[in-house]
């Protein structure tokens, strides 16, 4: 009996977590936008039949919870976008699941990795202000350990102020802004005007220059990343905005070898010791494994290796001889950057249809190799159907064209015998009909009675 009334209150308070759990996540209807202005919203726009969306569910609850917990405003919510079609095409809605925070009159798209912890970052730091004050230099220190980009404004008002607070209104969902006072500085930081904008990373900082560097906004997006990083699909999707090219060691983490230390850290010194040459023009990083390179490319690199991406139109630039020396890896690098290097794949008419072609191939395989009887289903039943369509239609046409030669013949209207018939037709009505013959064929019409008539009569 004791076991029971355990087990009862076990399932009574599982009940009680889960709609508590549950109550953090809001479920939102078209009365959202009238309501929605006055507090700021992290709201995932779903469809009830997508797989992503599914998977997304546990992850979105964890989100609620952490956030109520800890004391955010940032309110947290879901919406059926298939059932409010009109209001999710007013939030700019094109995909599932697509997941946004509302703040007043604007709308943050997240593009990150699904999980907790990025999706809360990125909520914290999107609700709170554009620019963030860094006070004091303690403060400024603690920054500097948290964040491995950190983007100062230092100095009073001007124009290069408001330029600067409009790129972090519209650069906040990549990364955090923040203005200081030349006081707060390290020591070791020494400027040679100010205002300035100043992004500090890699152990040393690096101020924008409106003559050389171009817009603010452009540059912030391309200086977002560390000068080295370790890329994976995703962070590939995100350099691409960027518009630099992307130069990656491709090495396998699992199976290390002499050759792949080598190559990665020879990339590691180019993009240290060249910056200045190559900065604004490329990305410098490594990448674990070949099978993500291979599809995007639709083809082998060997591993490890060396190559080149443009994200922007899908050309790939391989190194024409093994790379040796960090002095062969400067060269293959200028070539690209001038021109001079052979670049492959591109977003032509051809290598679309090879794109199509590849992919259609890499799902199918991909089906048969997580279940071969479902794959002769899919797509062993459709091709039998078709052939048979196929079949049938040609033998149907073959048919009709026999039935309708017999047809004619069995009636004697071939198209010979019909000309035949009125050649000769023609020339009798021109010669007229000889006497008697007429006579003699029409008196059994006149006189003579079928004998079946005879019988009646």
């Known amino acids: ?31 959202f936008k009238d309501t929605r202005v006055s507090d700021v919203w992290l709201v995932d726009f779903y469809a009830p039949w997508c797989g992503y969306c599914k998977k997304l569910e546990p992850v979105w609850h964890d989100v609620g919870a952490e956030l109520r917990s800890s004391g955010s405003p940032v309110r947290v919510g879901k919406m059926d976008a298939t059932a409010y079609s009109g209001m999710a095409s007013e939030f700019g809605v094109r995909g599932y699941p697509t997941i946004k925070l509302l703040k007043g ?25 554009a620019v963030r004050a860094l006070p004091s230099k303690q403060m400024f220190e603690h920054m500097m350990k948290r964040h491995d980009v950190l983007f100062v404004y230092i100095g009073g008002e001007s124009p290069l102020k408001e330029k600067y607070n409009d790129v972090a209104s519209e650069l906040i969902v990549y990364t955090y802004f923040f203005s ?35 817009s603010l906004s452009s540059w912030v997006n391309k200086e977002r990343f560390q000068g080295y990083l370790q890329i994976d699909g995703f962070t590939l999707y995100e350099l691409g905005e960027t518009g630099k090219l992307v130069a990656i060691a491709v ?22 010791e060249y910056r200045e040459h190559f900065n604004r023009d490329f990305q410098f990083g490594h990448m674990d494994g070949n099978d993500y390179i291979n ?9 490890p290796s060396v190559i080149i991406l443009n994200t922007s139109n899908e050309q790939y630039f391989l190194p024409s001889e093994p790379i040796e020396t960090m002095e062969q890896l400067v060269q293959f690098i200028s070539g690209v950057l001038n021109g ?18 590849f992919d259609a191939k890499s799902t199918i395989m991909s089906v048969f190799r997580s279940s071969p009887l479902l794959g002769c289903f899919l797509f062993g039943l459709p091709l039998g ?16 064209g026999s039935d309708d030669m017999d047809a004619l013949k069995r009636e004697g209207l071939t198209d010979e015998e019909d000309e035949e018939e009125e050649e000769r037709q023609h020339g009798g009505e021109l010669e007229g009909p000889e006497e008697g013959e007429n006579e003699e064929e029409e008196e059994p019409e006149v006189g003579e009675k079928d004998p079946e008539e005879k019988k009646t009569d």
């Open 180 to 214: 200081a006072s030349e006081e707060v500085l390290p020591e070791s930081v020494t400027l040679p005007e100010l205002p300035a904008v100043v992004v500090f990373k890699d152990g040393a900082f690096f101020t924008y220059d409106e003559y050389e560097d171009g």
């Open 385 to 400: 159907v078709i052939s048979l369509m196929c079949y049938g239609i040609c033998t149907a046409e073959s048919d009709d």
């Open 105 to 129: 009159d604007l709308a943050y798209n997240y593009k990150g990795p699904r999980t907790k912890d990025d999706i809360v970052e990125f909520a914290n730091r999107v609700a709170g202000p």
């Open 295 to 303: 599809s995007l490319i639709m083809g082998e690199v060997t591993v």
């Open 340 to 357: 001079s290097a052979q670049a492959y794949g591109g977003d032509g008419i051809i290598q679309r249809i090879k794109r199509v072609a």
């Open 251 to 272: 090495i396998d983490e699992k199976d290390p070898t002499e050759e792949s230390g080598r190559l990665k850290t020879l990339i590691q010194r180019v993009a240290k």
């Open 1 to 31: 009996m004791a076991e029971v009334k355990a087990s009862l209150i076990c399932g009574v308070v599982a009940a009680f977590l889960s709609s508590a759990v549950l109550a953090f996540v809001e479920d939102l209807d078209d009365t």
